[in-house]
């Protein structure tokens, strides 16, 4: 599969309570840990600027939250698991409504980037 291909089909997820970026820092890094017991969390990075959803669907039925860009400092140097971007033109017209409404917003959307995160999605 290609690893960037755009996840498509979550925007009413996505949507929702968005948080602004904390300015200055060099890679924009941010988890998401689910909040149940299955223990997932996600490195995510934003490679653009815009606003992110304070929470992800989980793979287990939970929701992935946002530790709002303070991340453990272990994971600084690591490869990011999901990227936040901003789409452009031509990748808006293959977003649903809700998705197009939330980055005309300012919002940005996700696409999958490591292997591990997509064989979660089954999208590997
Ligand atoms: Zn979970």
């Avoid at 309570?17 to 904390?22: G, H, T």
Wanted: hydrophobic share 35%; aromatic share 6%; proline share 6%.
């Amino acid at each position: 599969m290609n690893p960037r291909t755009p996840l498509v089909g979550t925007a009413t997820e996505m949507v929702g309570w968005c948080i602004e970026l904390e300015a200055g820092m060099t890679r924009r890094l941010n988890q998401y840990t689910c909040d149940r017991r299955c223990g997932l969390s996600l490195l995510s990075e934003d490679v653009d600027e815009g606003v992110t959803p304070f929470q992800l669907p989980c793979v287990c039925g939970g929701n992935l939250v946002s530790h709002f860009y303070h991340v453990q400092p272990e994971v600084v140097d690591k490869p990011a698991d999901i990227e936040w971007y901003k789409p452009t033109s031509k990748q808006l017209k293959r977003m649903s409504n809700e998705l197009l409404l939330h980055v005309t917003q300012g919002g940005l959307a996700l696409r999958i980037v490591s292997d591990s995160a997509a064989h979660l999605w089954r999208l590997a």
